[in-house]
Nanobody, 115 residues
Framework: VQLQASGGGLVQPGGYLRLSCAYS????????MGWYRQAPGERRILVAA???????????NYAGSVKGRFTISRDSAKNTVYLQMNSLRPEDTGVYYC??????WGQGTQVTVSS
């Protein structure tokens, strides 16, 4: 599985960004994809996840700090997972990583929220 993240950048507080994670390869057995954030000096944490397949298809899960501001979605036709980030705050700053299943990680994309 190959994951390619993009869409990061510098944005002012209150602004928005949309991250994309294009995936390729066999997704057989992978039933969850997610976005993680790692701030400088901190561990990587889950920001949002979306499940696929079976009775949980499309179920989403968010970190408390981003609920109501971020939305994760998946376009299977385009093999892409998105993270729409609105009302961005300085504490949202970090490197954002896409993950497929347990073992597959994409390269990070930097998000900086600053005035």
């Amino acid at each position: 599985v190959q994951l390619q993240a993009s869409g990061g950048g510098l944005v002012q507080p209150g602004g928005y960004l949309r991250l994309s994670c294009a995936y390729s390869g066999s997704m057989f057995g992978i039933n969850v994809m997610g976005w993680y954030r790692q701030a400088p000096g901190e561990r990587r944490i889950l920001v949002a996840a979306i499940s696929s397949g079976g009775s949980t298809n499309g179920t989403t899960n968010y970190a408390g700090s981003v609920k109501g501001r971020f939305t994760i979605s998946r376009d299977s036709a385009k093999n892409t997972v998105y993270l729409q980030m609105n009302s961005l705050r300085p504490e949202d700053t970090g490197v954002y990583y896409c993950r497929a299943g347990v073992e597959h990680w994409g390269q990070g994309t930097q998000v900086t929220v600053s005035s």
